[in-house]
């Protein structure tokens, strides 16, 4: 487990700042209560195996411990280099950009499933949407009981979205949470 170097950190900061904007600030100086310590540590980015972890330092510090090649993860893991360098974020990082999400969309019960299994969000299962998306901007996806479900990209602005028909689509299905029983042996 390493820390990101300069090149790995920018693209790992641009998709974040694309889901999370101005509120990356938060996410990186976010104080961490873990471990023996009385003054809170902070979190940081680690590499191991091509993966990119949110862990807090006093973990890192605890696993410097453990062979490389019996530490299998820490943290929770945000995204994974491909095998041509690119960033992706994964569906654990959930959570994380759940708290911080600039852009939110809200689906109807009748359309939770169909993103569920992978499908992109239509128009006509959007229960709310918020201002001033623009398109290609990320998108954190929740039911109407504000429970995350996943996240992708707006296919088109607030203001298209609102002349289009109901079977336009509005988000590109990036990850979901059903992706932890249709792929369990990938994560």
């Given at each position: 487990?390493?820390?990101?170097?300069?090149?790995?950190?920018?693209?790992?900061?641009?998709?974040?700042h694309?889901?999370?904007?101005?509120n990356?600030?938060?996410?990186?100086?976010?104080?961490?209560?873990?471990?023996?310590?009385?003054?809170?540590?902070?979190?940081?980015?680690?590499?191991?195996?091509?993966?990119?972890?949110?862990?807090?330092?006093s973990?890192?510090?605890?696993?410097?411990?453990?062979?490389?090649?019996?530490?299998?993860?820490?943290?929770?893991?945000?995204?994974?280099?491909?095998?041509?360098?690119?960033?992706?974020?994964?569906?654990?990082c959930?959570?994380?950009?759940?708290g911080?999400?600039?852009?939110?969309?809200?689906l109807?019960?009748?359309?939770?499933m169909?993103?569920?299994?992978?499908?992109?969000?239509?128009?006509?299962?959007?229960?709310?949407?918020?201002?001033?998306?623009?398109?290609?901007?990320?998108?954190?996806?929740?039911?109407?009981?504000?429970?995350?479900?996943?996240?992708?990209?707006?296919?088109?602005?607030?203001?298209?979205?609102?002349?289009?028909?109901?079977?336009?689509?509005?988000?590109?299905?990036?990850?979901?949470?059903?992706?932890?029983l249709?792929?369990?042996?990938e994560?």
């Amino acid at each position: 487990m390493r820390p990101l170097d300069e090149q790995e950190t920018t693209q790992v900061f641009e998709k974040l700042h694309k889901f999370v904007g101005n509120n990356l600030k938060n996410i990186v100086e976010n104080p961490s209560h873990e471990g023996p310590d009385n003054t809170p540590g902070r979190y940081c980015f680690r590499l191991q195996r091509n993966r990119v972890y949110y862990v807090s330092e006093s973990l890192v510090k605890r696993a410097t411990n453990i062979k490389r090649d019996n530490l299998i993860a820490l943290g929770t893991q945000i995204g994974k280099f491909t095998k041509g360098g690119k960033f992706h974020l994964t569906v654990q990082c959930l959570g994380l950009l759940a708290g911080h999400a600039k852009h939110k969309v809200w689906l109807k019960p009748t359309s939770e499933m169909s993103f569920l299994y992978g499908n992109n969000v239509l128009k006509g299962g959007v229960g709310r949407i918020t201002e001033s998306i623009s398109e290609h901007d990320g998108v954190v996806v929740f039911s109407m009981s504000d429970v995350p479900l996943g996240f992708g990209v707006a296919a088109k602005s607030t203001q298209d979205c609102r002349k289009m028909d109901p079977n336009g689509i509005v988000v590109l299905h990036q990850a979901d949470i059903g992706e932890y029983l249709r792929m369990e042996d990938e994560l």
